[in-house]
């Protein structure tokens, strides 16, 4: 009987070849020459409207930051939605628990400010 890893282990290998091989392969076939034209950044298909080394205000990180947090805790209740029923009341109390802990800081957050943009 063939161990299960060895099936993922061998996707691993082939993705990272398949990666490696479409790199190796554009920087080979691709075109080589470099204009002007080509090193500027592409904005919709007009000219850029800012530079491009401009500073981002700290709130735009901050509130990028909160939403993965909150998205990546959200992702927790999948397998408790798939298992819902097997759980009974205990799961469903420690979902609910989980859910108020993620709604006091969300609301705390809001009360703090850290969701205005501006």
Known sequence: MINPYIAILLVFVIVLALAFA???LVSYLGPKVLTKVKLEPFETGSEPL???KRRMHVKFYLIAALFIMFDIEVVFLYPWAVHYRELGMLGFLAASL?????????????KKGALEWI
């Open 50 to 52: 800012t530079p491009v």
């Open 22 to 24: 479409m790199i190796g």
């Open 98 to 110: 989980f859910l108020f802990v993620l709604t006091a800081g969300l609301v705390y957050e809001w």
